[in-house]
């Protein structure tokens, strides 16, 4: 009971993506049930410490989503407002927002990550999540691997990923002045 508000509030509070993978592996737990697809064909899903098969019946087609798959589906499904159905909505009180309180260390690391990629990218950052601001993206060789950095002004850190994998992270305490 409550999951998908859980998963929901997880969303809201959780910026790290492989931490939200590992909580909805938790969240679900081992087990299955019966499923009815969007066509109208029916399934079985199964979940456990690897991930979601979908088992879809007659033909016993089986796809199988790791973690990391699943976590970026539901993120879609969030961002795209198709996640809670709007029974769901009526009865969901969203967690207490994160905040920040704008001082001078902020501004001025703001400052510094808007003249940053103004002057590399020739774009402005966006603000709107203090927890993940984007400031590098590229690919790793011809692999088309992609490098992400993001800087999180809430956390007090720099994170670097290889695909969807945390290769760096570095924090302080305060932000400098």
């Known amino acids: 009971m409550g999951g998908?508000?859980?998963i929901m509030a997880l969303y809201q509070t959780?910026?790290?993506r492989s931490l939200r993978a590992k909580a909805l592996a938790k969240e679900?737990?081992?087990g299955g049930h019966s499923h009815n697809f969007l066509d109208g064909s029916s399934g079985f899903v199964n979940h456990d410490w690897k991930g979601l098969e979908f088992d879809h019946y007659p033909e016993h087609q089986k796809i199988t989503l790791k973690w990391a798959q699943v976590e970026q589906y539901i993120d879609l499904m969030i961002q795209s407002d198709r996640y809670l159905t709007d029974k769901e909505k009526e009865h969901y009180t969203p967690p207490a927002p994160v905040s920040v309180k704008p001082?001078?260390?902020l501004t001025r690391?703001?400052?510094?990550i808007l003249e940053f990629c103004q002057e590399e990218y020739d774009s402005e950052p966006d603000f709107s999540?203090?927890?993940k601001i984007g400031v590098a993206y590229t690919n790793a060789t011809d692999e088309e691997i992609p490098i992400q950095v993001n800087v999180d002004l809430v956390g007090y850190r720099v994170e670097r990923y290889l695909g969807e994998v945390l290769i760096d992270e570095r924090r302080t305490k305060v932000w400098k002045n």
Do not use: T, V, W
């Open 4 to 6: 998908k508000q859980r």
């Open 14 to 16: 959780q910026p790290d």
């Open 28 to 30: 679900y737990g081992i």
């Open 103 to 105: 001082d001078g260390a």
């Open 109 to 112: 690391a703001q400052n510094l």
């Open 129 to 131: 999540d203090l927890s």
